[in-house]
């Protein structure tokens, strides 16, 4: 793809989750898609909840869309950030007041430099031509030391027959990237430490990463 095809892409793909999108991911999923949301939930909550035990450090989830992990990030300074006017404010209903909503762009985060101690972001990396650019983003908001967890879609044959699985999502994004830990781990250069693997019978791929100290 060309830099031409590829900067057209990249607006297309904004358009549609700013403009387009309307799906509330708290609400609307029905089986077997919902239970694969709870058990995806199930597993970033798990992780970060064995990981992080000072309740009161600063969190940024990344990609909230309507508050479905949000909801269940149990810190005293919890941020949120979507792209999507809607969503968000679907995601203050399902969520408690201490949490402070962001509308902006992953690629372009209007936030400063080194202040979070904890980035989340799930289901999220997936929908960029150019991840690279929303990591470079996250690494610069994150303070030396702070973790960045998160998901993506492995590649897996069921991802094949994801139209056929759902009655309630919509398919027709315009662009969506499953991964393999090789293909997605290269990705995460900037980060120290990085732990990177499937879970949820190989749908998903995990990974913990931190920024280096100074």
Same mark, same amino acid.
């Given at each position: 793809? !060309?830099? %031409? !095809?590829?900067?057209?892409?990249?607006?297309?793909v904004k358009h549609y989750y700013q403009e387009i999108e309307r799906y509330d991911w708290v609400t609307e999923p029905k089986y077997p898609e919902k239970l694969h949301h709870i058990l995806r939930r199930r597993a970033v909550i798990s992780v970060i909840n064995k990981l992080i035990k000072n309740k009161h450090l600063?969190? %940024? !989830?990344?990609?909230?869309?309507t508050g479905f992990i949000t909801s269940r990030l149990n810190f005293d300074h919890v941020n949120a950030l979507d792209m999507n006017k809607w969503a968000l404010q679907r995601a203050i209903i399902h969520t408690s007041d201490r949490v402070n909503f962001i509308q902006g762009d992953a690629e372009n985060l209007p936030v400063a430099s080194n202040m979070f101690d904890l980035v989340v972001s799930t289901e999220m990396l997936e929908h960029l031509v150019q991840p690279e650019s929303a990591l470079d983003e996250i690494y610069r908001i994150m303070k030396p030391g702070g973790l960045f967890i998160g998901t993506v879609p492995a590649k897996h044959i069921i991802f094949k027959y994801r139209k056929f699985l759902t009655t309630t999502?919509?398919?027709?994004?315009p662009f969506h990237n499953n991964y393999t830990i090789k293909e997605f781990t290269p990705l995460l250069k900037n980060f120290r430490e990085a732990k990177v693997r499937?879970? %949820?019978?190989?749908? %998903?791929?995990i990974f913990i990463v931190q920024k280096p100290l100074l």
């Open positions: 793809m !060309d830099n %031409l !095809d590829n900067t057209h892409l990249q607006k297309v600063t969190i %940024l !989830d990344i990609g909230c869309g999502c919509p398919v027709s994004e499937y879970c %949820l019978f190989k749908l %998903l791929i």
